[in-house]
């Protein structure tokens, strides 16, 4: 069954550190794959796109990497801060722009 | 510019009611997803809507039915509720099927009792 994880354990993570999350897929062959946040009650924001001959991708302090062979998306918040405490969601893209969602994992970041 | 917008922001059916649940897209764009989210999961794909038709559908029962209208925005109609429909639904829309980014609304949160 095709299948989308991202880690279910809430990431702690001090300020200005790295913070580095993890979304596996099996059973799928994406052309490419996005990352969105989504803060409490709110609806998921569009934070980056990666194609799958694509390895790397940045924006400001997101590094998102994408790694088709082990089936694996890495996220990356550099130089963390206590806004960035939300929850990131890993899609995939099937057809149209229809996205599957992992479940989401949620980062805090401590002052 | 106005984002995505959803009404109503809450709702509470009882088991067996109908509702409808609307969206305006972003300006400019055409195409509008639906999604289902419940408590502590990703969103789930409903449906898609582009030029007034469905073009595609995720596993989803009959008794989720939609439209799209000329101006494009959506209505999401749920008929027969029952307790698991309660959940927060999310509406995204992006430029044509290929649309690559989706910008999604503040979602409405139906609760059913």
């Known amino acids: 069954s095709q299948k989308i994880e991202q880690n279910s354990e809430a990431l702690n993570i001090q300020e200005g550190k790295t913070a580095t999350l993890t979304c596996n897929y099996t059973?799928?062959?994406?052309?490419?794959l996005q990352w969105y946040r989504q803060d409490p009650g709110r609806g998921p924001v569009f934070l980056l796109l990666?194609?799958?001959?694509?390895k790397e991708k940045r924006k400001e302090r997101l590094k998102v990497t994408f790694d088709t062979t082990l089936k694996q998306s890495l996220f990356h918040i550099t130089a963390s801060q206590p806004a960035d405490s939300a929850t990131y969601l890993c899609?995939?893209?099937?057809?149209?722009?229809?996205?599957?969602f992992g479940k989401g994992n949620q980062v805090v970041v401590i002052p | 510019d106005a984002g995505v917008t959803q009404s109503p922001t809450h709702l509470i059916k009882t088991r067996g009611q109908q509702v409808t649940l609307r969206c305006s897209p972003k300006?400019?764009?055409?195409?509008v997803s639906w999604y289902q989210q419940a408590l502590g999961q990703g969103p789930q794909f409903i449906f898609q809507?582009?030029?007034?038709?469905?073009?595609q559908r995720g596993n989803f029962p009959d008794r989720f039915s939609g439209h799209q209208f000329p101006n494009y925005s959506s209505e999401l109609n749920v008929n027969a509720l029952l307790l698991g429909d309660s959940a927060l639904y999310l509406c995204?829309?992006?430029?044509?099927?290929?649309?690559?980014?989706?910008?999604f609304g503040p979602g409405t949160r139906l609760t059913v009792t």
């Open positions: 995204a829309s992006s430029l044509g099927q290929g649309g690559y980014e989706q910008y």
């Open positions: 059973n799928y062959s994406p052309a490419y």
């Open positions: 990666i194609r799958e001959n694509e």
């Open positions: 899609a995939l893209v099937r057809g149209n722009n229809r996205l599957a």
């Open positions: 300006s400019g764009h055409d195409t």
């Open positions: 809507y582009y030029e007034e038709e469905e073009r």
